[in-house]
T-cell receptor, first 117, second 112 residues
Framework: DAGITQSPRYKITETGRQVTLMCHQT?????MFWYRQDLGHGLRLIYY???????DKGEVPDGYVVSRSKTENFPLTLESATRSQTSVYFC????????????????FGPGTRLTVL | RKEVEQDPGPFNVPEGATVAFNCTYS??????FFWYRQDCRKEPKLLMS???SGNEDGRFTAQLNRASQYISLLIRDSKLSDSATYLC?????????????FGIGTKLQVIP
């Protein structure tokens, strides 16, 4: 199916374990993003990628690693999970408008609810 | 000061009422503005973009005031299905890319 998907949808892990959250989009959008959403905070950008093999830090990158070997995939890895990383993680991709003055739009995956015990 | 500020609410309004949300932003170089809607435990979805001249989509009207650095969302004839959290989103140039900043959202509850 077309769109943006995330897996797993729910994950419980323990402190210190490595966890990888997957994100896959079928639109061939060049930009992809990882956000976390916590109570009292807006969506906060962890990492983003402008294209395959191009990634950059966002607002809260510490403790996370990303890669983008293929345009359609953008996995997020928590190298050693901590309780403060308990959150809802959203992946998004961006439709770049090639002409005109219309703003860009981000499309979000359904999210991964991660609990670190 | 937060880059994008919203009143988290909740705004409890009866069906049929008109409700308005404001969102202020601090970066005067901000270029693009959006309202997203997020239902409980779901992903955010674009509701509408906000243009300088203001724009309307059915019962929804969005306006931008660059001088005062705020955007607004007006919902007329509220429906139960409008109950959700409304996220203000602002983009600004940052190192060759448009940095996207989300507000914490304003929660709307439409009451029968």
């Amino acid at each position: 199916d077309a769109g943006i998907t995330q897996s797993p949808r729910y994950k419980i892990t323990e402190t210190g374990r490595q966890v990888t959250l997957m994100c896959h989009q079928t639109w061939s959008h060049s930009y992809m993003f990882w956000y976390r959403q916590d109570l009292g905070h807006g969506l906060r950008l962890i990492y983003y990628s402008a294209a395959a093999d191009i990634t950059d830090k966002g607002e809260v990158p510490d403790g996370y690693v990303v890669s983008r070997s293929k345009t359609e995939n953008f996995p997020l890895t928590l190298e050693s999970a901590t309780r403060s990383q308990t959150s809802v993680y959203f992946c998004a991709s961006e439709a770049k408008v090639l002409s005109g003055s219309s703003p860009d739009t981000q499309y979000f995956g359904p999210g991964t609810r991660l609990t670190v015990l | 000061r937060k880059e994008v500020e919203q009143d988290p609410g909740p705004f409890n309004v009866p069906e049929g009422a008109t409700v308005a949300f404001n969102c202020t932003y601090s970066n005067s170089a901000s270029q693009s503005f959006f309202w997203y809607r997020q239902d409980c435990r779901k992903e955010p979805k674009l509701l509408m973009s906000v243009y300088s001249s203001g724009n309307e989509d059915g019962r929804f009207t969005a306006q931008l005031n660059r001088a005062s650095q705020y955007i607004s969302l007006l919902i007329r004839d509220s429906k139960l299905s409008d109950s959700a959290t409304y996220l203000c989103v602002v983009t600004a140039p940052s190192g060759g890319y448009q940095k996207v900043t989300f507000g914490i959202g304003t929660k709307l509850q439409v009451i029968p």
